[in-house]
């Protein structure tokens, strides 16, 4: 037997050798391309992870502030010296959890923490600074002294940012429409009279409520008195400057008294703006026309003037907007009286804690008034519109917002 | 098996060397071109990333923005944003003098704040002033010039740093971050263009487009990838 050279003898493994080196090669590009691959799946997954725990964060920042919206009469049982937990470890659905406690800013700020975590074990924390600013328009009649309504009156609520009254019937209306007195009697009489809500007597004022009136919440005597806060009065300046005739079509109006009249079926239209009067009458049907945003401060220059606004014996105020925040009146000087008349398109909020305010003719009232004393014998409807209760500038307002970590 | 022990003609050794010679050349081609397609990838995959971590930079940065930003150009169009970055805030504790303020609820450490740091007067009393900080303590600021009138406890103040994304060079393709106002920092390479936009009050918008390192091979082009985000301001 010939024995040749063991190479030669052997060449057929060559393929062999030939793939194996193939193989070899493309493992080990493909096991780098592997590596790569996991490590920017990592990052990625690391990414995924910080925006959840940062949107876990920020839910808990939106939970605390709508709890503290919601529980804003204990404000200040809120304000300890250390961080304390107001919303505990919440699960939102699999995605991780948030926990937030609260503690004082000083000032009558809270300072709330939000913690995002997830079940990576991100963790992003959120810090908010809140301020509660007294809404000037928490109820559907305030009044800083007396309250009496009889005669039929009535209050419920409804929520203008949601739908119009006309949405609602009496049986679905809601049961806001709270009466609250800051240091004085409440006095409900009459058949029909009644309070879709809480009635609330702050200082030494009592709630009296005679056969034939209901209240369907609570009835209160001696509560804290309420605040009032302080009317802007930028707007009309100090003494104050009476609006120029522009923007008001109709009626008669005189800048240099401040006096705006409409009379005779007259309809004075007052564009969107804000107006500085010294009176507004309404009388013969004569009508006050927004359709748009309006503010009006009343004001005198000297003492001893008057500053009305009258509604009349008819006619009266058509907001066409169908919301009260579209026409807010503010009185400025305390030798003020009110009168106001209900009607189908009466959207309108008043504020006037140092006037008098009084009603005629029944009809529905949209919105919400403060006065000093606040007396109607005619069964007006007051609708409270609790969309007033959040206007900007009030309820709990975010001063700072900042990512810690 | 047995025939091979007489040995391989040369007719036999040449058919071989070609076979062999194509199965390598194939082989070697396929190398190649898996070599190159994950260089590519690697390429396309270091372009997104450097894109989203300089966006998530962006975002974090500019939801921290307190008051509106300032939209400028400074190489291409609406290529720089300058905002003042909340640091922190509170209400003061009271017992400030004219050239101070206090919050003993904080603990600041001692290099928190240096003179790029500004403290404004946002609510209450002196509402409205603004001040570089000169020197702290825990719980004492000390202001470069003194207020006009001084915080007390109803004052509400935040300190805010100036900070800005911007570029510098055209072709450098390196978005720069800038703290203080003075220095400009590289934050990503690959970064061919980028605008701002301020859509309404509280939004701000982003557009920015990266590159590949290298070109691609098959079109001689270099990969583009354009990322778009909205920020909503906070503060």
């Given at each position: 037997m010939r024995h040749g050279p063991r190479l030669l003898k052997e060449e057929s493994g060559i393929a062999l050798i030939t793939g194996l080196l193939i193989l070899m090669s493309l493992t080990t590009i493909g096991l780098f391309a592997t590596n790569t691959t996991i490590v920017y799946q990592d990052i990625s997954a690391n990414l995924k992870e910080s925006k959840q725990g940062f949107y876990l964060a920020e839910a808990g920042i939106q939970h605390a502030r709508l709890f503290l919206v919601q529980h804003s009469d204990n404000w200040s049982s809120y304000a300890s010296s250390t961080a304390t937990p107001l919303?505990?470890?919440?699960?939102?659905f699999n995605l991780g959890t948030y926990t937030v406690t609260v503690q004082d800013a000083g000032g009558g700020g809270l300072r709330i923490r939000s913690t995002g975590s997830t079940p990576g074990q991100a963790n992003v924390v959120i810090e908010a600074l809140l301020r509660r600013n007294t809404s000037l328009f928490p109820c559907a009649v305030c009044a800083r002294g007396t309250i009496a309504l009889s005669g039929g009156t009535t209050t419920d609520s409804f929520d203008s940012s949601v739908s119009g009254y006309t949405e609602y019937n009496p049986l679905t209306a809601g049961s806001n429409g709270h009466v609250r007195s800051s240091n004085g009697d409440i006095s409900l009489s009459g058949d029909g009279t009644q309070v879709q809500g809480n009635a609330t007597a702050g200082g030494s004022g009592t709630v009296s409520v005679s056969a034939g009136a209901t209240v369907t919440g609570t009835t209160t005597n001696g509560a804290p008195p309420l605040a009032f806060p302080p009317v802007d009065t930028s707007p009309c300046g100090s003494p104050p400057a009476y609006s120029v005739s522009d923007g008001i079509t109709g009626g008669d109006y005189d800048p240099s008294t401040g006096e705006l009249q409409a009379s005779d079926g007259t309809t004075v239209i007052l564009a969107p703006g804000t107006y500085c009067f010294r009176n507004v009458k309404l009388s013969g049907g004569g009508i006050l026309q927004v359709n748009d945003a309006v503010k009006i401060y009343l004001d005198i220059k000297n003492s001893g003037e008057k500053s009305d606004f009258a509604a009349g014996s008819s006619g009266g105020v058509v907001?066409?907007?169908?919301?009260?925040?579209n026409l807010q009146i503010f009185s400025l000087s305390s030798s003020q009286e009110i009168k106001l008349r209900g009607g189908t398109q009466v959207y309108m909020a008043v504020y006037a804690p140092n006037s008098t305010i009084t009603f005629s003719g029944g009809g529905d009232i949209y919105g919400a008034m403060v006065g000093h004393t606040i007396t109607d014998s005619n069964g007006t409807k007051v609708h409270y519109d609790v969309h007033l209760n959040s206007l900007a500038g009030s309820g709990v307002v975010m001063l700072a917002w900042r990512q810690v970590f | 098996m047995w025939k091979s022990e007489q040995g391989l003609t040369v007719n036999e050794l040449l058919l071989a060397v070609a076979i062999v010679s194509v199965l390598s050349a194939e082989a070697y081609n396929a190398l190649v071109s898996s070599s190159q397609r994950l260089v590519l990838q690697n390429g396309i995959i270091e372009m997104q990333t450097d894109a989203r971590a300089a966006m998530d930079f962006m975002v974090r940065e500019l939801r921290l923005a307190f008051g509106p930003p300032t939209i400028s150009t400074t190489v291409t169009t609406n290529d720089t944003i300058t905002f003042d970055r909340l640091e922190d805030a509170g209400y003061s504790s009271g017992s400030n003098t004219i050239t101070t303020l206090n919050d003993t609820r904080k603990t600041w450490s001692s290099s928190n704040f240096t003179t790029s740091y500004t403290v404004g007067i946002i609510s209450g009393t002196g509402a409205g002033q603004a001040r570089s900080i000169s020197a702290h303590t825990s719980t004492r600021l000390t202001v470069s010039s003194p207020w006009d009138t001084p915080p007390d406890s109803s004052s509400v103040y935040v300190i805010t740093r100036r900070k800005a994304f911007t570029r510098t060079s055209a072709s450098d393709n390196v978005l720069r971050y800038t703290a203080g106002g003075s220095v400009n920092q590289p934050l990503a390479d690959l970064i061919t263009s980028h605008t701002f936009s301020q859509p309404d009050a509280h939004t701000i918008g982003i557009t920015l487009t990266a590159q590949t390192r290298n070109v691609d091979p098959k079109t001689g082009q270099k990969r583009q990838y354009t990322l778009t985000e909205t920020v909503l301001r906070r503060n």
């Open positions: 919303i505990t470890a919440t699960q939102l907001n066409t907007t169908g919301k009260a925040e | -």
